[in-house]
T-cell receptor, first 113, second 113 residues
Framework: QKEVEQDPGPLSVPEGAIVSLNCTYS??????FMWYRQYSRKGPELLMY????GNKEDGRFTAQVDKSSKYISLFIRDSQPSDSATYLC?????????????FGAGTQVVVTP | NAGVTQTPKFQVLKTGQSMTLQCAQD?????MYWYRQDPGMGLRLIYY???????DKGEVPNGYNVSRLNKREFSLRLESAAPSQTSVYFC????????????FGQGTRLTVV
């Protein structure tokens, strides 16, 4: 079983709808949680970063972390065609030596005009 | 503000040839990473360098070597390329060794024939 599980989609939504993405994980030591956006044939771009539990909002984007359920979410409000991309969750834990960044497989999102 | 720069962007190799992928970051980050991305497999860590002067194997190191030339540069070498190494390679860097808020380059698309 993978440490980080993410539904690959594709997830198709009409323009203006709310996009809801999520990841589950098994390692309770994870404490740094990130969402990356990756456009086709481009590198992943850091979108949101959250430390430990709680919510974080940045414009149309909201990231939520529920450590008790080992579940993280990303919401995109008022979705635009330019939001069409693959969204990857990532997480890591601080250890004595080094914390490896673990990625989900990515969810492909398509926003239709 | 270049961030993480990778060269080359595209490369075609014949089986058995060697090549070096170059990566440089200008964010004064301590840690650097090499990932490969394959369809259905997500991002997999090849090698990482937690700090200048140190390197360590990641999840899929076989067939690769790395050099942390200085704080800015981290290169990945394929000594004898194989078709299984056809992939998109990403270099990333982060301020700390836990990988949080890692920034990625634009990728090198490598085909081994």
């Amino acid at each position: 079983q993978k440490e980080v599980e993410q539904d690959p989609g594709p997830l198709s939504v009409p323009e203006g709808a709310i996009v809801s993405l999520n990841c589950t994980y098994s390692n309770s030591a994870f404490q740094y949680f990130m969402w990356y956006r990756q456009y086709s044939r481009k590198g992943p771009e850091l979108l949101m970063y959250t430390y430990s539990s709680g919510n974080k909002e940045d414009g149309r984007f909201t990231a939520q972390v529920d450590k008790s359920s080992k579940y993280i979410s990303l919401f995109i409000r008022d979705s635009q065609p330019s939001d069409s991309a693959t969204y990857l969750c990532a997480m890591s834990a601080r250890t004595d030596s080094w914390g490896k960044l673990q990625f989900g497989a990515g969810t492909q999102v398509v926003v239709t005009p | 503000n270049a961030g993480v720069t990778q060269t080359p962007k595209f490369q075609v190799l014949k089986t058995g040839q060697s090549m070096t992928l170059q990566c440089a970051q200008d964010m004064n980050h301590n840690s650097m990473y090499w990932y490969r991305q394959d369809p259905g497999m997500g991002l997999r860590l090849i090698y990482y360098s937690a700090s200048e002067g140190t390197t360590d194997k990641g999840e899929v190191p076989n067939g690769y070597n790395v050099s942390r030339l200085n704080k800015r540069e981290f290169s990945l070498r394929l000594e004898s390329a194989a078709p299984s190494q056809t992939s998109v390679y990403f270099c990333a860097s982060s301020l700390t060794g836990t990988g949080e808020q890692a920034f990625f380059g634009q990728g090198t698309r490598l085909t081994v024939v």
